[in-house]
């Protein structure tokens, strides 16, 4: 069985926003234990999408970044996901509905993931670029879930092997 430590309940809003869902982001983003940094590279990627807000201006947008950063994990957080389950010595891929927590941490998994695979920017300005084009349903990350729902409905033929 899966062991859960205490993370979730010790885990603080971040001092800017007070949101916990951006204070788990952080520590997904940090690298050996260097949380000042993760929080600058955070920070400044939300300073770069508030930037680009208050110039664009569109009606369909939201008004800050937290909020776009919200709606970026919303369109990135995917709702199943393909699990390999062995039966009778072939290996099937089948479809299984995702909790909360794992459709979370994948979407962070994913966001970041395809902010450090482009290479030549700093990290924040990927990371704002990343969030922006998953907010507007583009980009790398939208693209992963758009994959992973693919396989699931190809492989609902397997559905009933999920117990």
């Keep these: 069985m899966a062991r859960f430590t205490a993370s979730?309940?010790?885990l603080k809003?971040?001092?800017r926003y007070q949101d916990l869902v951006v204070s788990k982001f952080i520590n997904c983003i940090m690298e050996d234990g260097k949380k000042a940094t993760a929080m600058r590279v955070v920070y400044d990627a939300f300073d770069v999408i508030q930037a680009?807000?208050?110039?664009?201006?569109?009606?369909?947008?939201?008004?800050?970044?937290i909020e776009?950063?919200?709606?970026a994990l919303e369109?990135?957080?995917?709702?199943?996901?393909?699990?390999?389950k062995r039966v009778g010595g072939a290996?099937?891929?089948?479809p299984m509905q995702l909790s909360k927590r794992r459709a979370q941490s994948l979407a962070f998994r994913w966001i970041i993931g395809s902010a450090r695979d482009e290479k030549g920017k700093p990290i924040a300005q990927r990371l704002s670029k990343e969030i922006m084009d998953s907010a507007r349903n583009e980009g790398k990350s939208v693209q992963?879930?758009?994959n992973?729902?693919?396989?699931?409905?190809?492989?609902?033929?397997?559905?009933?092997?999920?117990?």
């Excluded at 680009?52 to 970044?65: G, I, Q, V």
């Excluded at 776009?68 to 709606?71: E, G, I, M, R, S």
């Excluded at 290996?91 to 089948?94: I, K, L, R, S």
């Design 148 to 163: 992973t729902h693919k396989m699931a409905d190809a492989n609902k033929a397997f559905a009933h092997f999920a117990w």
């Design 91 to 94: 290996n099937y891929q089948v």
């Design 144 to 146: 992963t879930r758009e």
């Design 13 to 15: 809003p971040d001092p």
């Design 68 to 71: 776009v950063f919200h709606l």
């Design 75 to 84: 369109n990135v957080r995917p709702s199943v996901e393909v699990r390999s």
């Design 52 to 65: 680009r807000l208050d110039k664009d201006k569109s009606e369909n947008m939201p008004k800050t970044a």
């Design 8 to 10: 979730e309940k010790q």
